[in-house]
């Protein structure tokens, strides 16, 4: 049985409840619910994370390489903008990622047209909300 890990980055404990009108007013318990209902649909099974903290995303990041997880979905929050280390410790495992945002990054500031994750990711899903993570799951599962 396949196995993905989706990780969810800093902030988006408090979807939610921050900004709701691009956020959504879903709760990422909720999301998270939806993830695994869905998984058990395609027959896989997913593991959920999330942290605010860089250094917990790269650690988890590297453990998904030792517990030979079949694919990952990173919702990165504000370090698909800047962070070269969680860039770097995706690109140095040989496991396929798709970065997913819940918002359309590229219709909001200029900041956050960028993302220097995606182009070590197979894909990137942005402005879909929640199904984002189920578009990504699907995805993954049919490799």
Known sequence: MKTF??????????TGVRETAIYGSQSLEDINDSIRAY??????????FQSNSEGVLIDYIQNCYLDAVSGIIINPGAYSHYSYAIRDALAGIPIPTVEVHLSNIYKREGFRHTSVI????????????????LLALSALSAE
């Open 39 to 48: 998984a058990i649909t395609l027959g896989c099974k997913v593991t959920i």
């Open 5 to 14: 890990a989706v990780i969810h980055g800093p902030n988006l404990n408090f």
């Open 118 to 133: 995606a182009p070590v990711c197979a894909g990137q899903i942005t402005g879909m909300g929640p199904n984002g993570y």
